[in-house]
Every structure is written in structure tokens, then in C-alpha cells.
């Protein structure tokens, strides 16, 4: 799958609610996610631990009141979207979650993603 293919891939599935299916279907197994500097998690490396971080993260939710995701924008072997999250946390409560995230695609598959976002003070 070329960088566009495997864009439209991981929208579609995201818009479904698939996320976990993204992650086993386009994801590397050497994957780095990053989040911002000082957020748990910060760097996780390896399939097995970003599926667990991801996780871990559905599992702090109590609700999902909706989403959206936009279309990609690639440009040769990267690919961004943003994506928008209305959420209630079993620990924090509802938030609205507002980010961009940029992912980097290798021989078909997500290779790295960051997530850009603002943390609350």
C-alpha cells in the first residue's frame, strides 16, 4: 500500500470506530507513538505496547459522546489528519479533545505517529 491507500485506510477505519483494527491491520511491528513531552506515555515503541497503551486509554473511558477525524493530507511518506474527541473520563471527567496527528508510512505500514494536542495546566 502506497502512503495515500494506507491514509484512507486509517480514516475509514477511524470514522467506523475500528481504532484497534487500524493498529493490527496498518501498524508496523517496530511502531514508535509519541505523545506530548511530559504526557504519560510519552514514547511507546513496539506493536504489542501501543496496542496495550490504547488500551489501557479506551479503558479510561466512560463515555464517548462523539467524534470526528478529517481527511488526511499526505505528502510523500507522511500523512496527517486532526482529529476531535468529546469524551467523559472515569477518573476526570468530560473533555473535548482537539489534536493533529502526523504519521510517518514505511513499506505500507504506520511506522511512527505523534500527537500534537495541548495539556491541560
Known sequence: ?????????LVELCRQGENMQAL??????????????????EVTSGIDAVIKKSEDWYASVEEFHGGEISDPVVAENHFSCSMKMDCTFKESGRMQIEEVCVYQVNNGKITEEQFFYSTPN
Open 1 to 9: 500500500m502506497n502512503t495515500q491507500t494506507v491514509a484512507n485506510r
Open 24 to 41: 493490527n491491520e496498518l501498524y508496523d511491528n517496530n511502531i514508535v507513538s509519541k505523545e506530548m513531552p511530559g504526557s504519560p506515555n
